[in-house]
């Protein structure tokens, strides 16, 4: 009988990245087909506990498709150059760092999910309390009860509130 080898995508539908970087378990993933690269860093582990979150957010969309092939790098705090998760970006080639914010009044739920502390739920009420009204402050976050105050202090250097 014949076996996939270990590297590469010899099932059909089956996509094989190579996420590295700041994720809990760097190395090669296998996605299905049509899989988007938050799902990569997903099968990851997700961002671990060094990932620069804010140059994640404004170097690499979570949204793009991945190819076979493709990789995928988190980068971790400090480093300036930013590698993009396709096959035609060489690594180090992408644009620098900028440590953007992540404005809570307008951030996907992709996006927040990517802050420390924040998953699933949170980002639903986050998304749910700026629907009844937009927030004001980084301080809205806990006096609205959306997070407590370890969180909050957290998220402070990572996030912004724009009309």
């Known amino acids: 009988a014949a076996f996939a080898s270990p590297v590469t995508g010899d099932l059909p539908g089956e996509l094989v990245v190579d996420v590295e970087g700041a994720v809990r378990r760097p190395g090669i993933q296998?996605?299905?087909?049509?899989?988007?690269?938050?799902?990569?860093?997903?099968a990851a582990g997700g961002y671990g506990g060094r990932a620069d979150v804010g140059a994640t957010a404004q170097n690499?969309?979570?949204?793009?498709?991945?190819?076979?092939?493709?990789?995928?790098r988190v980068p971790?705090?400090?480093?300036?150059?930013?590698?993009?998760?396709t096959q035609a970006t060489p690594v180090g080639t992408a644009p620098?760092?900028?440590?953007?914010?992540?404005?809570l009044n307008h951030?996907?739920?992709?996006?927040?999910?990517?802050?420390?502390?924040?998953?699933?739920?949170t980002a639903g009420k986050i998304i749910d309390a700026r629907t009844t009204a937009a927030f004001g402050?980084?301080?809205?976050l806990a006096t609205r009860g959306v997070v407590g105050p370890s969180t909050l202090e957290k998220l402070r250097p990572l996030v912004t509130v724009t009309p």
Do not use: F, Y
Request: glycine share 16%; charged share 20%.
């Open 76 to 85: 971790p705090l400090g480093e300036t150059a930013i590698a993009g998760p």
């Open 137 to 140: 402050t980084i301080d809205d």
């Open 60 to 72: 690499i969309n979570l949204a793009e498709a991945l190819q076979d092939g493709a990789k995928v």
């Open 30 to 42: 296998r996605l299905p087909a049509g899989s988007r690269v938050g799902d990569a860093i997903a």
């Open 96 to 103: 620098q760092g900028s440590g953007a914010l992540i404005d």
């Open 107 to 121: 951030a996907d739920e992709g996006q927040l999910e990517s802050l420390p502390g924040i998953g699933p739920v």
